[in-house]
């Protein structure tokens, strides 16, 4: 006989870190990912207010940036029937398997990743903070703990994904079958995986940069929006063809009309054909970035007017969370003889 069960749903995990503001591209290359992935997934979410900690902060900033960041998730249409959302420091697994991770990891592995590297660049590895270093160990232990099959993440993240895979096939030969191992569900190319900094588009849009003028914030109001888009950096060539999709050969332009492209559903070459001045596609993709910006900021403002409402939420979210990730814990514990 044919069994009747219908298929379990896909195990989707991810976060975001509170600190900084939040921008296009958290929005494009993860966020709404997280928001279509609830109606398919069995979706764990995190504000990871843990990872925060490896920049010295103010207390009283830290905990309003984690209220800040759940709010506006919710606002961007995480729906807490559909998603169980929480506060990565609410469950205490993820510490805890995170030192499993570190006594799985490397030094080696962890000193080739490249956001360390780039992190330390400007301030040096002397001053860094340690959880600076062992902040993928924490990542994979985030992933993990939710028996998650897919991440859905910026391609930045992809180094991260890859080491969490490792550190799993790793501890699983090593003590028998403990972890899934997930897989990363990053955007395709062309479809909002890296968006760039407008006024340097050779670096990514980012929430700690020294370039704010190329950062749309989610939080900008919207006339400072379509300036940003305006005077986002383009190209010397203004002839014909010079508006086209070439990410080697014409950064700013290219960024834009992955701008438009992700957000219409479109393809940024396609979107190309269309265009023969920079102007007119500016004008076009700051209409269609208000369009999906404006409608959050409202319900943003609507929800920030009930913190208790989201106290709530995130409460509820640790429970639920606290429950599958403290299951996973213990079946490592026992795996490696604790
Ligand atoms: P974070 O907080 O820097 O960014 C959150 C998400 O936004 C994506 N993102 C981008 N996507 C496209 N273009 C950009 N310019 C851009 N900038 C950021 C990121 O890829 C990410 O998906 N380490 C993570 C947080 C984290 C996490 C996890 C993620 C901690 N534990 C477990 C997934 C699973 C980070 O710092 O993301």
Request: net charge neutral; with cysteine; proline share 7%.
């Amino acid at each position: 006989m044919l069994s009747s069960a219908t298929p379990k749903p896909p195990r989707v995990l991810s976060g975001i870190q509170p600190t900084g503001q939040p921008h296009l591209g958290n929005l494009l290359g993860a966020i709404r990912y997280w928001v279509e992935d609830q109606t398919v997934g069995d979706c764990y979410y995190c504000v990871v207010d843990l990872h925060g900690l490896t920049v010295p902060g103010d207390p009283a900033e830290r905990r309003q940036a984690s209220m800040t960041m759940a709010t506006l998730l919710l606002a961007a249409g995480l729906d807490p029937e559909s998603c169980t959302l929480f506060l990565q420091s609410h469950v205490p697994a993820h510490a805890q398997l995170a030192w499993l991770m570190e006594c799985t990891a490397s030094f080696g592995e962890l000193a080739r990743m490249t956001q360390f590297k780039d992190k330390t660049a400007k301030g040096g590895e002397q001053t860094a903070r340690v959880g600076l270093f062992t902040y993928p160990c924490l990542m994979a232990a985030d992933i993990l703990a939710y028996d998650a099959d897919r991440v859905p993440v910026g391609e930045d993240q992809r180094q991260h994904l890859e080491l969490t895979r490792d550190l799993a096939l790793r501890f699983n030969s090593t003590y028998g079958p403990t972890f899934v191992i997930p897989q990363a569900a990053i955007p395709r190319p062309g479809r909002g995986a890296r968006i760039m900094n407008l006024a340097d588009p050779t670096r990514k849009m980012s929430k700690t940069t020294d370039l704010p003028s190329g950062v749309v914030g989610l939080f900008d109001e919207p006339a400072d929006i379509e300036r940003k888009i305006k005077r986002a950096v383009t190209d010397a060539d203004t002839g014909p063809g010079s508006v086209r999709y070439d990410r080697e050969a014409k950064p700013g332009v290219s960024n834009l009309l992955e701008l438009l492209a992700t957000l219409r559903g479109e393809d940024p070459q396609r979107v190309a054909d269309r265009y023969s001045r920079y102007g007119d596609l500016k004008a076009d993709v700051a209409t269609a970035v208000l369009d999906a910006v404006e409608p959050i900021q409202r319900r943003y403002r609507e929800l920030s007017a009930q913190p208790d409402f989201v106290y709530d939420v995130l409460k509820t979210g640790a429970k639920q969370a606290n429950a599958v990730a403290a299951a996973t814990l213990q079946r490592a514990y026992d795996a490696i003889g604790l």
